[in-house]
């Protein structure tokens, strides 16, 4: 399975930002997807995450409510909707992938990686 992100730059807090996500090599309904997102000098922290069959999508606190996951299966798309963006938002963001089934919030849980993009919110 590839990864590739894509969709980030710069934005105003406030602003809003699609990023999305491209799989190829196998069947993306087969996987469960995820975004993860890594500032300077942190550790890459949780964003979420949406289940195979796309019923299911879990949060962290920090984007609840300000972030909507969804998957186009038809297109192998994974896209990270990103509404009232603030500066604390910005951080190169990774989408991932397991066959698992388990919709992990730990980086350990997904076995494949897009290279990332960066999005910056300037306040």
């Known amino acids: 399975v590839q990864l590739q992100a894509s969709g980030g730059g710069l934005v105003q807090a406030e602003g809003s930002m699609r990023l999305s996500c491209a799989a190829t090599?196998?069947?993306?309904?087969?996987?469960?997807a995820g975004w993860f997102r890594q500032a300077p000098g942190k550790e890459r922290e949780f964003v979420g995450v949406?289940?195979?069959?796309?019923?299911?999508?879990v949060y962290a606190d920090s984007v609840k409510g300000r972030f909507t996951i969804s998957r186009d299966d038809a297109k192998n798309l994974l896209i990270l909707q990103m509404n009232s963006l603030k500066p604390g938002d910005t951080a190169v963001y990774f989408c991932?992938?397991?066959?698992?089934?388990?919709?992990?919030?730990?980086?350990?849980?997904?076995?494949?990686w897009g290279q990332g993009t960066q999005v910056t919110v300037s306040s």
């Open positions: 949406i289940s195979k069959n796309g019923f299911t999508t």
């Open positions: 090599g196998r069947t993306f309904s087969d996987l469960t």
């Open positions: 991932a992938a397991t066959y698992r089934n388990s919709a992990s919030r730990t980086a350990s849980g997904y076995d494949y």
